[in-house]
């Protein structure tokens, strides 16, 4: 039985670490094309500035997200 | 800090580039707002804490808004170099459009102005009756009902449009909504119909050379076989079809004036 629960558990663990590393990057391709000055002006600095660090902060989430999970698989009793 | 168009108070865009730009936001935003469901639900599965998923939701929505509003400016660019007119800056990088620091949407000809983005008295606190200036539009309620209420999708102007430019009187397929619904209930079926009589009568059906062990099969037991459906299906208790209306109100409904007869006044014409 709670072979079973850690089993899950692992398996949602690997699903939060594809989900983060698929969005990892998610902001990265608008940030490059900001930095080719695809829009300028100070307005358009103030929304790079805001993509910058919406990227910050969607990374540092879901490292949050993965620590988070993998603390609590470590907590739960692995297999024998 | 070198500054691209030089001026660093210029803000413009620059036409490929921009493109790209926005194409990468649309599905940056899709993306976020897709993880912020999934990263929930897969974090609540495992009762760990989903602090990073509700954090996640506010950059997810702050992209889709700036989304939107470089949609704006990519239409105004688009605009401008289709028309030829705007200030644009011939860079080495390439030719900067100038806009406006606010993202007014550009209206684009052949498509419908953009809905008038009617401030909602539930978005103040205020209550409904009241008199801020320049904020919420002092409305009744049935006329707020009646303007919120969107005639643009609905299945009654989207049969009238197909049929209203119907190619000009030449007939085209596509204008034709009975044949495209499968209305279409023509004097060909009794043509059709006749014409299989006459050959099962005579039991000559063409040059056809199946080649296919099933169908041959059929063709040498179609007599013995006690068939699942009966030949021809079509002339068994047909249920008739219900005929499928355009929709709008029903013509058994009477027709009653609804208006008043007008009362004319004394005509203005000298005699």
């Known amino acids: 039985m709670t072979d079973g629960a850690y089993e899950e558990a692992k398996r949602a663990v690997e699903r939060i670490q594809r989900l983060s590393d698929d969005c990892w990057h998610a902001l990265d391709a608008s940030c490059q094309a900001m930095d080719d000055d695809a829009w300028v002006g100070p307005v358009a600095r103030q929304f790079h500035h805001a993509l910058r660090s919406g990227r910050r902060e969607l990374q540092a989430q879901l490292g949050e997200a993965v620590r988070d999970a993998r603390a609590k698989l470590a907590t739960m009793p692995g297999k024998p | 800090m070198t500054y691209p168009a030089g001026d660093p108070n210029f803000s413009g865009a620059r036409m490929p580039a921009i493109d790209t730009l926005v194409s990468r936001h649309e599905r940056a935003a899709f993306l976020l707002e897709q993880l912020a469901g999934d990263l929930w639900r897969e974090l609540t599965g495992m009762r760990v804490d989903t602090t990073p998923a509700l954090r996640i939701r506010a950059p997810a929505q702050s992209v889709r808004s700036q989304t939107t509003e470089l949609q704006t400016r990519r239409t105004r660019v688009h605009d401008m170099q289709r028309t030829g007119d705007g200030t644009r800056l011939c860079t080495v990088e390439g030719i900067f459009w100038r806009l406006p620091e606010k993202a007014v949407p550009t209206p684009v000809p052949g498509q419908p102005p953009p809905p008038i983005q ?81 050959r099962s009568a005579r039991n000559d059906w063409g040059k056809l050379d199946p080649q296919n062990p099933m169908a ?34 029903p013509p058994s409904a009477p027709i009653t004036p609804t208006t008043p007869t007008p009362r004319t006044g004394p005509s203005p014409t000298p005699h």
């Open chain 2, 216 to 249: 041959l099969w059929a063709q040498r037991n179609r007599s013995s076989s006690t068939p699942r459906c009966p030949r021809p299906p079509w002339k068994v208790n047909p249920r008739p079809a219900t005929p499928v209306r355009p929709p709008g109100p």
């Open chain 2, 118 to 198: 009617w401030p909602s008295p539930s978005s103040c606190g205020m209550p409904t009756r009241c008199r801020v200036r320049g904020g919420c539009v002092r409305t009744a309620p049935r006329s707020r009902r009646r303007r919120t209420r969107c005639s643009v999708g609905s299945p009654r102007t989207a049969y009238a449009k197909v049929t209203e430019d119907s190619g000009n009187g030449h007939y085209d397929i596509r204008y034709d909504v009975p044949m495209l619904t499968q209305l279409y209930q023509g004097s060909d079926l009794k043509q059709w119909e006749a014409a299989l009589a006459k």
